[in-house]
């Protein structure tokens, strides 16, 4: 893909305002949560960030834990629009509400997503709609909506276990190079043990991808996770999984190719929050490369459940 020196300029100011406007909004969002959990003091519980992998528990009824935070990836590859490039995830939030002992509803999204084009490594296999000598892209990302389930406690000698499920909308527009726009459903089945300060859980299942250029196809991939979480102190715990996706055909349509990365980071406890860092590493051909993450959560009660 050419790059114009004027177009490249013009692009790089709208995305910096952009990515400024959206940075002054998240910071006056961490700050109204540290106020907020100040005064009212209610305790932190486990926590989903920065892993990928599902644990069981649940929000509590009548509370909803806000995660949010912002990634970075190096050299990821868009397979349905053929470009390369280094992608920030800006707005990353999950909603978990407690409805019942048992289950919670789990809703969430990006809200902006910016790609800082290296090169097309193969023709796009939709029309994009970007400007000629363009070297940015950006977009929203496609938003989910959910439920998780704990099927069983644990005993001592019996695992826990649990079940998810989720319905991707198609909320990104394919035309910029990022998303894919299309509605996918994911399950899967959640199990672990608790060895002393280690909690060790994983997820297998399976998800049915609608293929963007493909009519009336669908690739189902299965889902698959492994997570580890050492709580060193109260304030502190290490975590670290391998999650992702592997295709099962022979040859996955265009958009819905294998993706996974090894993931290690942190949460730390720390004004009435829970602060997350992760680095990753990509496994697959199309994966990105490296990558970097941060976050916050904060749990609070909002409601009385309906008895």
Same mark, same amino acid.
């Given at each position: 893909?050419?790059?114009?020196?004027?177009?490249?300029?013009?692009?790089?100011?709208?995305?910096?305002?952009?990515?400024?406007?959206?940075?002054?909004?998240?910071?006056?969002?961490?700050?109204?949560?540290?106020?907020?959990?100040?005064? !009212? +003091? %209610?305790?932190?519980?486990?926590?989903?960030? /920065?892993?990928?992998?599902?644990?069981?528990?649940?929000?509590? @009824?009548? &509370?909803?834990?806000?995660?949010?935070?912002?990634?970075?990836?190096?050299?990821?590859?868009?397979?349905?629009?053929?470009?390369?490039?280094?992608?920030?995830?800006?707005?990353?939030?999950?909603?978990?509400?407690?409805?019942?002992?048992?289950?919670?509803?789990?809703?969430?999204?990006?809200?902006?997503?910016?790609?800082?084009?290296?090169?097309?490594?193969?023709?796009?296999?939709?029309?994009?709609?970007?400007?000629?000598?363009?070297?940015?892209?950006?977009?929203?990302?496609?938003?989910?909506?959910?439920?998780? !389930? +704990? %099927?069983?406690?644990?005993?001592?000698?019996? /695992?826990?276990?649990?079940?998810?499920?989720?319905?991707?909308? @198609?909320? &990104?527009?394919?035309?910029?190079?990022?998303?894919?726009?299309?509605?996918?459903?994911?399950?899967?089945?959640?199990?672990?043990?608790?060895?002393?300060?280690?909690?060790?859980?994983?997820?297998?299942?399976?998800?049915?991808?609608?293929?963007?250029?493909?009519?009336?196809?669908?690739?189902?991939?299965?889902?698959?996770?492994?997570?580890?979480?050492?709580?060193?102190?109260?304030?502190?715990?290490?975590?670290?999984?391998?999650?992702?996706?592997?295709?099962?055909?022979?040859?996955?349509?265009?958009?819905?190719?294998?993706?996974?990365?090894?993931?290690?980071?942190?949460?730390?406890?720390?004004?009435?929050?829970?602060?997350?860092?992760?680095?990753?590493?990509?496994?697959?051909?199309?994966?990105?490369?490296?990558?970097?993450?941060?976050?916050?959560?904060?749990?609070?009660?909002?409601?009385?459940?309906?008895?």
């Amino acid at each position: 893909m050419a790059l114009g020196v004027s177009g490249r300029d013009e692009a790089m100011t709208n995305l910096a305002s952009k990515f400024l406007w959206l940075s002054l909004r998240l910071l006056s969002l961490s700050a109204l949560l540290v106020l907020v959990s100040s005064a !009212i +003091r %209610l305790p932190v519980l486990a926590q989903q960030r /920065p892993l990928i992998t599902e644990d069981v528990e649940t929000v509590k @009824p009548g &509370s909803a834990r806000i995660e949010f935070g912002f990634d970075f990836e190096q050299g990821r590859d868009f397979t349905l629009s053929g470009l390369n490039g280094d992608l920030t995830r800006l707005g990353v939030i999950t909603i978990r509400t407690g409805m019942s002992p048992n289950v919670e509803i789990i809703s969430g999204g990006v809200i902006q997503n910016f790609l800082s084009i290296n090169n097309q490594f193969r023709a796009p296999a939709v029309p994009l709609d970007l400007s000629s000598g363009t070297n940015s892209t950006h977009d929203w990302g496609d938003f989910f909506l959910g439920a998780r !389930i +704990r %099927l069983r406690n644990e005993t001592k000698r019996g /695992p826990y276990l649990g079940f998810r499920f989720a319905v991707e909308l @198609p909320n &990104s527009t394919e035309t910029r190079g990022i998303g894919i726009n299309q509605m996918n459903f994911y399950s899967h089945v959640i199990a672990g043990k608790h060895f002393g300060k280690w909690n060790v859980y994983g997820n297998v299942g399976l998800g049915i991808l609608t293929a963007p250029v493909d009519p009336f196809t669908q690739n189902d991939v299965l889902l698959y996770g492994v997570a580890a979480a050492y709580q060193y102190s109260d304030k502190l715990t290490f975590v670290g999984e391998v999650n992702g996706r592997q295709n099962t055909r022979k040859n996955a349509p265009r958009g819905t190719e294998s993706d996974g990365a090894v993931r290690l980071g942190a949460r730390i406890r720390a004004g009435g929050l829970t602060w997350d860092v992760a680095g990753q590493g990509g496994i697959y051909e199309h994966s990105a490369r490296t990558g970097l993450s941060f976050g916050v959560s904060y749990e609070g009660s909002f409601f009385t459940p309906v008895k």
